[in-house]
């Protein structure tokens, strides 16, 4: 998994609410033999016209918001089905953080697991951000600390948020759960040693 400690990059604002999964990556781009290139299909109902070409008025289409490592939304960000094609397509379109009021549960879930960092915030405090974003038409980047659980904003407020901490401490780290579950093999192994001591009897011989 790839690790993610802070990043401070150009800030897309797309303040729609219950964004969900279908509109993220449609289904028909789920239908690959890997994901190398899912990110082509990322909001592409709403990023090209019904002719294919790219539809202008589409944030993610317009300089600078179309070089955006960092996608603020409105509430329910990646509601819908669990399809983990929509952080993977986040991510491979260069994403590294989504900023809204609250997501979609396997969402959430997903992002972590795929590099991709969910960043709740209050919905005034993101729409406070996403106002600044375009006071300067993404001129100036947004910084977000996972290390310090804080966004930074274009004119420099701090916003403090918080994660759930063996989530962070896996991304901050670079560990899906097998590699965290390694990670930890010290503590493991001194545990079995000491429940070895307590109930021998739970243990076969050599075990």
């Not at 070089?67 to 960000?77: S, W």
Request: proline residues 9%; aromatic residues 8%; positive net charge.
């Amino acid at each position: 998994m790839e690790q993610f400690v802070r990043i401070e990059a150009i800030a897309a604002p797309m303040m729609r609410i219950n964004i969900d999964t279908d509109q993220i990556i449609p289904a028909r781009f789920l239908v690959r033999t890997s994901d190398d290139g899912i990110g082509e299909g990322l909001f592409a109902d709403w990023r090209r016209r019904p002719d294919g070409s790219p539809d202008p008025g589409f944030v993610l289409n317009r300089p600078p918001y179309d070089r955006a490592a960092i996608l603020i939304a409105g509430r329910n960000f990646g509601c819908g089905s669990s399809r983990e094609g929509a952080p993977k397509a986040l991510r491979d379109r260069g994403f590294r953080a989504v900023i809204a009021p609250s997501f979609g549960g396997i969402f959430f879930g997903n992002s972590f697991r795929n590099g991709l960092l969910p960043v709740v915030l209050p919905e005034a405090q993101v729409q406070a951000l996403a106002d600044e974003v375009e006071r300067h038409v993404g001129a100036k980047p947004v910084t977000v600390d996972l290390g310090s659980q804080t966004v930074r904003t274009p004119e420099g407020r701090t916003l403090a948020f918080e994660t759930p901490p063996r989530l962070r401490e896996m991304l901050l780290a670079g560990l899906d759960e097998v590699g965290y579950t390694l990670s930890q093999a010290p503590r493991i192994d001194a545990f079995r040693q000491a429940d070895r001591a307590r109930r021998p009897w739970a243990y076969r011989p050599g075990g």
